[in-house]
Structures are given as structure tokens and as C-alpha cells.
């Protein structure tokens, strides 16, 4: 059988070159107004003017509400008290509750976020479902928002019951000067005891007052040490009884040597 003119055989159908070639190529996106448009430069366009809008409002966030810094850090300091950071704040909650601390805190740091997370990426295989609308959608609608409100609960709950001047208080940026070559700073660095509670620089902090406000003489301060006031205990001082003489002097002359 001869081959027509503009002809070509594929199987046992004969299609024209032309609707060959025309078969497979999609209509133009302007057969189809409102409902589609052209990637570039209209749909990217669009994109650049919507993240420059959210990129200029942050910039003038941050300028208007600067970061609410903190001293810097002390590793030394056992009583500080951190609070995470806001999308933090439902799991730190968590962990306050007896279930989920202390002898279970496996419970509340992996088996009940595990669930809850788990729970979220096994949603699209619960409900198979083509429906849009979210009554049409009970499985899915009914996780996510029992998520929301127990997230947004826990999160309530957790900035209800922290202590915001405390936080303050151990977080203020303290600026004072101290002679850190003395030989009382050495002996005072080397006491855990010490240095744990009152801070590298005896600024203080949630378990200990700020050293340098301290108006006691020397006898008060040994005192203080050996037989302990409040909630600080006595018997935590490790050294002879020359060193003990060395520290007091240097607490009580404000953190520099009583030489100088």
C-alpha cells in the first residue's frame, strides 16, 4: 500500500504529520481565563511582591522590638531557670505534670509527642478521602484540631505559670567589675558550691544573691560559710581555714583583693 502525501502510518492508524505533531502539545493557559496564568513573570511576580511586603514588615519588627537579650551564658550557674522558645513551650509544659517528669520522663519526651506527631503523618492514609471540606473530613478534621487545642492549651499553660520577674531578675544583663587574678576569685572559682549558686562574676542568680550588694564584715561572711543562711546549707566549703579568711576578705571588699 502506498503512503499518501503528509501521511505516516503508526500501527495501524494513519494520522496527517500535522496532527501528529499537534496530538501532544497543550492548549495555551489563555484558553482557560482566570484559572490559569503564565508562570513568569505574572505568578512569580506576584510571589516577589508578597515576600517583600513580609520581608519589609519583620525588618521594622525587629527595629521597633529588639530582641530581649539575656546576661551572657554561665554554664556555671545551676539555678538558672531557661525558657524555650514559643513553638517550644506545650512540650515544656508537658514535662511539668507528674505523668510525664521525674521517673516517666521517657513518657513525656518521646512515647506522648511520638503519638501525637505520629498521629498528624498517619492522618492522609486514615482518611482516603477526596472531599475538600473539613465536615466531610471527620478523621483528619478531628486530629488536627484536637491537636490545635491541646497545643494551644499547653502553650497557655505554660506562659500563665512561669514566673516572668524571676526570669527578669536572673536574665538581667548585671555590668560590675571584679578582680578575677586575686587569690579569693581562685579560691571562690574552685568551690562549686559557690560558684554554682552566686555566678562566675558573684552576680548572683536564682539560687544565690548578688555577693558584690553584700554588706556583711568579714566574720559575718565566714559565718555565712561555715554554718550556711536560709536555703543556702552549711558545710559546703571546701578548703582550710587560711582560704576561708582569703574568700571572706575578698567578698567583703567587693570582689577585689583588701591589698588594693
Request: proline share 6%.
Amino acid at each position: 500500500m502506498k503512503k499518501g502525501k503528509g501521511l505516516k502510518f503508526v500501527g495501524d492508524s494513519r494520522l496527517t504529520t500535522k496532527e501528529h505533531r499537534m496530538a501532544n502539545v497543550p492548549k495555551d493557559y489563555s484558553e482557560y481565563p482566570g484559572k490559569t496564568e503564565a508562570f513568569y513573570p505574572n505568578f512569580l511576580l506576584k510571589e516577589w511582591m508578597v515576600g517583600a511586603v513580609f520581608l519589609t514588615g519583620y525588618l521594622l519588627l525587629t527595629v521597633a522590638h529588639p530582641a530581649p537579650l539575656e546576661r551572657m551564658a554561665d554554664p556555671t550557674d545551676s539555678g538558672y531557670i531557661p525558657l524555650p522558645d514559643w513553638y517550644f513551650l506545650f512540650l515544656y509544659q508537658l514535662l511539668k505534670y507528674p505523668f510525664a517528669s521525674g521517673d516517666y520522663n521517657v513518657i513525656g519526651t518521646v512515647v506522648m509527642p511520638g503519638l501525637a506527631f505520629g498521629a498528624l503523618l498517619l492522618a492522609p492514609w486514615l482518611d482516603t478521602g477526596k472531599e475538600r471540606r473539613p465536615l466531610r473530613r471527620p478523621i483528619a478534621s478531628g486530629l488536627m484540631l484536637l491537636a490545635f487545642v491541646l497545643i494551644a492549651y499547653l502553650t497557655w499553660e505554660s506562659v500563665d505559670q512561669h514566673d516572668w520577674e524571676a526570669a527578669a531578675k536572673q536574665g538581667e544583663i548585671v555590668e560590675q567589675e571584679i578582680d578575677t587574678e586575686a587569690q579569693g576569685y581562685e579560691i571562690y572559682s574552685n568551690q562549686q558550691s559557690c560558684i554554682g549558686c552566686h555566678g562566675n562574676q558573684l552576680e548572683g542568680g536564682a539560687s544565690g544573691p548578688n555577693l558584690i550588694e553584700s554588706e556583711m564584715t568579714v566574720d559575718e561572711i565566714k559565718e555565712v560559710i561555715i554554718n550556711g543562711q536560709g536555703d543556702m546549707p552549711g558545710g559546703m566549703f571546701e578548703g582550710t581555714d587560711e582560704e576561708l579568711q582569703i574568700l571572706a576578705e575578698y567578698i567583703a571588699n567587693d570582689g577585689f583583693d583588701p591589698e588594693d
